[in-house]
């Protein structure tokens, strides 16, 4: 097996459907060839994970492979065996996808190679190589350079989530893989830690406790483990990293309004970014930090506006509906997700162009849907629903289609989703 990777341009209309979301792409995954029969548990274990991580994405229609997907070559030996594309076309296959895995000692190998079937061209041939226990690595690792080859952007695979966990009354904030796999615990507060926020290297986490009934905004270094606490009096709400940078903004009370501030990773308080009348609450940014999004209740209702940082500009975004909250801007585009509460009680989650242009709602009759948070990619809203009773953690992609459960156990809110590692 050659540790060779060959990368085509990628077909155009790929990208289309990609950056769209309105149709997935057919794609014939084929389980992995192996030998040695002492190898088919992990074969069959790479097989599973890539494919749950691939249906995760909600870009793709897996389509079972046929029986004759070769005609003839080494079936066992990538690059010499003969694919069959006119039998992949019979069963509507635009991509293929599909490889032999071997292990040696420790070490398990996988070679793999994708074709665009319409055209018989190899689009990409690479080695993936790891551990026994690194299975989910290696299967993700082809999960995100054929999602990369698709998109021409880096995707999901190797981003993480930070949400609050609330179980036995208390909670807590847990760190996962981007699919909610591996939660784990990562405050111990006692009881109440609120709004997550991970740092654009997701390497710090800002979040608030309560210490003796006062909120208290902390910066937590996640791989040293030190936490400083920002010393200021009064309330603190929603923290949020500023692309680009490794200062957070964040709602102090200390000057007596409530008013969004700068904080950069030492928890020193820096400048003041809005001066107005009624709360200003919920920052986010745009993707190249010089624009922010925010909650002000100036003119009544709580009402989503963008501050242009260099200039001082503020202009109102939301005008449809009565109370508009917690924007989150994309981290590629300039679209805004946020939540609306309608007429019938329901909340529910919308997006925005940063212009006021192409409002939409993702979701309807769903109960409560809050804390949108966009993938790294752009692809995917992570978000909380009590559609199933409790609060639970959701995903769909950007569209609104394809809504689906993390199933994590008890109950989950506020999400926040990390940039690539």
Not at 137 to 147: E, N, Q, T, V, Y
Not at 264 to 273: A, E, I, K, T
Not at 285 to 297: E, H, I, Q, T, Y
Request: aromatic letters at 8%; a positive charge.
């Amino acid at each position: 097996m050659n540790a060779v990777t060959i990368c085509a341009e990628p077909v155009g209309q790929y990208i289309k459907i990609a950056k769209e979301g309105e149709t997935k792409i057919p794609l014939v995954l084929k389980t992995l060839d192996y030998q040695k029969e002492k190898d088919g548990k992990y074969a069959r274990d790479l097989d599973g994970i890539m494919k749950s991580g691939l249906d995760f994405t909600g870009m793709f229609s897996l389509l079972n492979a046929p029986l004759n997907v070769f005609s003839g070559g080494d079936r066992y030996v990538v690059g010499e065996r003969q694919v069959n594309f006119p039998a992949l076309s019979s069963v509507g296959a635009e991509l293929y996808a599909g490889g032999v895995m071997e292990r040696r000692g420790s070490t398990i190998n996988m070679a793999m190679e994708v074709y665009d079937v319409l055209t018989g061209k190899l689009m990409l041939k690479k080695l993936y190589s790891g551990k026994r226990d690194d299975l989910r690595s290696i299967g993700h690792r082809f999960c995100a350079d054929l999602m990369e080859l698709i998109t021409g952007k880096p995707s999901v695979f190797d981003s993480r989530l930070a949400f609050v966990s609330l179980n036995g009354g208390k909670k807590e904030i847990f760190l996962s893989e981007f699919d909610g796999y591996g939660a784990k615990q990562v405050t111990s507060t006692g009881g109440m830690a609120l709004t997550p926020s991970l740092s654009p290297d997701s390497g710090l986490l800002a979040y608030l406790t309560y210490s003796g009934g006062l909120p208290d905004l902390q910066i937590k270094d996640l791989a040293t483990q030190k936490t400083v606490s920002v010393m200021k009096k009064g309330v603190k709400i929603d923290p949020s990293w500023r692309n680009g940078t490794l200062e957070c903004a964040t709602t102090f009370s200390f000057e007596g309004d409530q008013e969004i501030y700068m904080v950069d990773r030492n928890g020193s308080v820096g400048r003041r970014l809005t001066r107005s009348r009624g709360i200003d609450v919920s920052p986010s940014f745009s993707p190249d930090g010089r624009k922010m999004a925010f909650v002000s209740s100036r003119h009544g209702s709580p009402q989503v506006f963008i501050k242009d940082l260099s200039s001082g500009r503020e202009s109102r975004l939301t005008f449809s509906g009565k109370y508009n909250t917690q924007p989150a801007w994309s981290p590629v585009d300039d679209k805004i997700a946020f939540t609306s509460m309608q007429k019938n009680g329901e909340i529910n989650i919308f997006t925005i162009n940063a212009d006021g242009s192409g409002l939409r709602q993702l979701t309807y009759r769903a109960r409560q849907n809050e804390a949108p948070g966009w993938s790294p990619d752009g692809s995917m809203i992570v978000f909380s629903s009590t559609r199933d009773g409790s609060r639970k953690l959701f995903m769909m992609n950007a569209n609104g289609r394809n809504q689906r459960s993390l199933k994590l156990p008890g109950e989950q809110m506020q999400p926040s989703w990390s940039s690539l590692r």
